[in-house]
């Protein structure tokens, strides 16, 4: 171990809390762990991990500590009884759940004195470790920057702002990005299979796509918050005289048509709207309810 590779704590040794101990360990940092079954630590010992009998020992053997448990209620419930051992140290969650909860948690650990910060990772457990990899943080900022080093060992550390709430907000809209770009890759997988084009084919094919369509998010995003939306590529009604182009392909081949038609209806719904000649940026329109402000929080990112 190095002198510049702090001492961490892992709270659940789940896959993720396995794959986070795992990453902290190959990077030279002595770490501490716990799980309610010790037996789900034996793999991280063998690599060097030391395996605490308590909450209260794993968290006092380090100076900051991660939590990767079920849910926030088990993050309470594994560290109310242990609260005394929590001031002056710092808690990083990477535990999932909502925005609202995380404002509780920063409260609650404000009242232990400790400093806390909450955060989302962006992959699956293989792809903890990874530079390429975000893992996205949010909390107070000083807090961020002390941990920041020793955050870079187990992905890309992103921050987003001091609002706590922020990762996890991030996470959501990020997952319903991965759920929608997936779901209409295997839409348009199905649709070519049923001409016998492999998924594997097609697959070179559509990545190249997402590349023009990359673009297309980086010009409507200034549209998106002027509330303004030329039409100056495509506009809403040009799109809907495309998506039935791939209805019927669809329909033709068998293919399930959902998707497809509730993105029909989102563009239909913004025809209504008086976006017709407007770009596809103007759906937002119909899918938010908020107004936008003009404001901008220079802090993200």
């Not at 992905?155 to 929608?180: I, Q, R």
Request: one cysteine or more; a negative charge; charged letters at 15%.
């Amino acid at each position: 171990m190095t002198s510049d590779s702090p001492a961490v704590t892992v709270l659940g040794l789940g896959s993720m809390g396995s794959a986070l101990a795992a990453a902290l360990l190959d990077r030279g940092h002595p770490t501490t762990v716990w799980n309610r079954s010790a037996a789900k630590a034996e793999p991280l010992v063998a690599k060097g991990a030391r395996l605490a009998a308590t909450v209260e020992e794993a968290i006092a053997a380090s100076p900051l500590t991660i939590a990767c448990v079920l849910d926030y209620a088990a993050l309470r419930g594994v560290l109310e009884p242990a609260a005394g051992a929590l001031a002056g140290r710092t808690l990083v969650n990477l535990t999932s759940g909502a925005p609202e909860q995380a404002h509780e948690a920063v409260a609650w650990f404000r009242a232990q004195d400790a400093g806390y910060l909450d955060g989302a990772i962006m992959t699956t457990p293989p792809g903890v470790g990874s530079p390429e990899v975000m893992i996205l943080y949010s909390g107070a900022p000083a807090v961020f920057e002390t941990c920041r080093p020793t955050l870079a060992a187990l992905g890309d550390p992103l921050y987003l702002g001091e609002d706590p709430g922020l990762a996890s907000l991030y996470d959501a809209a990020l997952l319903g990005l991965m759920w929608s770009t997936m779901t209409g890759w295997l839409h348009g997988t199905a649709l070519v299979g049923a001409e016998r084009t492999a998924a594997t084919a097609f697959t070179p094919i559509a990545i190249r796509w997402l590349g023009t369509v990359n673009r297309f998010l980086t010009t409507y995003a200034p549209q998106v918050d002027a509330g303004r939306y030329p039409g100056d590529d495509a506009t809403v009604d040009v799109q809907i005289a495309a998506i039935d182009h791939l209805i019927h392909a669809a329909a033709a081949r068998g293919v399930d048509n959902a998707l497809p038609e509730l993105l029909k209806d989102f563009m239909e719904r913004a025809k209504a709207a008086g976006h017709g000649s407007d770009s596809y940026a103007s759906v937002i329109e119909v899918l938010k309810s908020w107004q936008w402000d003009g404001t901008v929080d220079q802090s993200r990112g």
